[in-house]
C-alpha cells in the first residue's frame, strides 16, 4: 500500500498544493469583492523549494498531487513547474484545479508539460450568473477552455459545482443533462458555510431532485474516473459522463475516507482543510533543512491530522486564512 498512515488508520498519499493566493476571479463564497491581502512574493514558495518538498513527500508514499490556489494559472510559467514535478520518482498523478479561465490558452502547453488530469470549477450554465458569481469572470472564456483541455487529451474533464440555495440550486437538472449531451463528469459539492454567503443544499436533495431525469446508478470504480477521492459517483442510464456528489457536510463517513494534506503558498503544511493547525516548512528549506529533516516535519503533519472537521450544522472559521489561501 502506497501512502503514510495517520493516527486513525488513514492512508495519506495525496498532497494539494496552492500555489499562489492570487486570482483573477472573486467568487461569492470564496473571497470578498476586493480581494485579500496578497502575500508577499518573497513569502510565496519558489518552484524549487515545491519541487524540495514534492520529494521528500515521494520518498514517504504520496504518489498523487494537485496544483491549485488562489488561480494556479496565474502564476507565472506554471508548465515549467508541472514539468519539474512531473519528472519526480514515484509521482503518478499530477493534476490541477482551475476556474478555466485561462485553460483556453494553457491546455496543450499544460498537457506537455506531463499534466494528467484537469478540475474546472464552474457554479453555473447562464452567463449573465456566471458574472454575479464571480464578480469578475467570462462563461464564455471557461466553455473554450473546457474544450480546450478535451481537444489537448485530458481525459476526463471534471466539473466542480458549487451547489448554493436560492443561486444556482435551479440549474442541477441542466447540468446533470450535459452528462448526457456533452458527456460531462460533474461533481456537485456542498457549499461550505462562509458566514453570509448562501445555504448549502444538502447531496441527498440534490440526488432526488437528479432522479426527475432517471435513475442514478452507482458507478464502479474501474472506470477510471472514480479514483479514491472524497466524491460518491453515479451515472444516469446511457449517459456518457458521470455524477459525483461531494458532501462534506452530511456524509458521516466522509473524513474517514481522506486521503490528503495541503500545502499552501507560504509553505505551510495543513493536516485538515477547516482545522487551523500548520506546520511550517518555508523555514527549514530555506535553512537548508537536509531530506530527513523535511521527512520528519511531513509525518508529524499526518500524525497530527484529526479524525474529522466539526462543521455539522455551524458556520465555517478561517481566522487566519480564506479559502483562495489554502486551495480549497
Ligand atoms: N481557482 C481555482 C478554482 O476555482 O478551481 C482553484 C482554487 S479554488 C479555492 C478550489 C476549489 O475550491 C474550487 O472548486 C472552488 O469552487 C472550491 N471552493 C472555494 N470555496 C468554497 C466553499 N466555501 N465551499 C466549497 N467549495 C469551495
Ligand atoms: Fe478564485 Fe477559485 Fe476562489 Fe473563485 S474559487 S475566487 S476562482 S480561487
Redesign the pocket.
Known sequence: MTGILDSFGRSINYLRI?VTDR?N?R?L??MPPEGVPQMPHSEILSYEEIRTVVRAAAELGINKIRL?????LVRAELPKLIKILSRIEGIQELSL???GTFLKNYALELKQAGLSRV???L?TLKADKFQHITRLGKLKDVLEGIEAAKEAGFHPVKI?T?VMRGINDDEILDFARMTYKDGWHVRF????P?KG?AEFVPSIELRQHISLLGKLEPCPDSIGITGNGPAMYYRLSRAKGTIGFISPLTEASFCSRCNRMRLTPDGRLRPCLLREDEIDLKMPLRNNASMEGLKRLILKAVASKPEHHHLEGGN?RLVKRK??Q???
Not at 491549485?68 to 494556479?72: D, V
Not at 459539492?189 to 461550505?192: A, F, T
Open positions: 496552492s486570482c476571479l467568487c463564497y470564496c491549485t490556489g488562489g488561480e494556479p484545479t482551475t476556474n478540475n474546472v470549477s457554479d466542480n458549487v459539492i456542498e457549499l461550505m462562509f454567503v465555517v479559502m483562495s489554502i486551495g480549497g
